[in-house]
Each structure stands twice: as C-alpha cells, then as structure tokens.
C-alpha cells in the first residue's frame, strides 16, 4: 500500500469516529478527540506495518476512554 493511501485511509477512519485532523509544525499529522485527548502519526509512513500501527494508536486511544464503534454489518 502506497503512504498516500495510508495516510487516506487513516484520516477516513479517524474522522468517522470523530476525530479532528491538523498538520504540526514538524510535519506529522495530529488526530484530536475530545474525549480521547490526541494521537501523532508519521504524515509518510515508512514500515510495511504503518497503517495497523496508526489504526492500533487510535483505537488504542478510544478504549481507554471507553469509546465503543459499532460496526457495520453488525
């Protein structure tokens, strides 16, 4: 998978959930929640395993603070 389609993938899941998208000034991208405070991801994932390393953060992130997905189909 190529970074912009990790990247893609990643905002869109993260926005469904709620979360907020904004640059830093070092060049990575900050996922705010206002339940879950915020994840930092790399904006150009490098390691074959970076999209369920960034997804595992942010979900990580929501059950900590007791954040429940349904799922679709489900």
Known sequence: MANHDITKRIEEYALSGG??????N??????????????????????KRAYQNQLS???R????????????GS
Request: aromatic share 6%; net charge positive.
């Open 19 to 24: 979360w907020t998208k904004e640059k830093t």
């Open 26 to 47: 070092g060049g990575h991208i900050r996922f705010r929640h206002p339940v879950a405070g915020f994840v930092i991801t790399a904006a150009t994932p490098s390691d």
């Open 57 to 59: 953060r942010i979900r």
């Open 61 to 72: 992130a929501e059950r900590e603070h007791g954040i429940v997905r349904v799922r679709k």
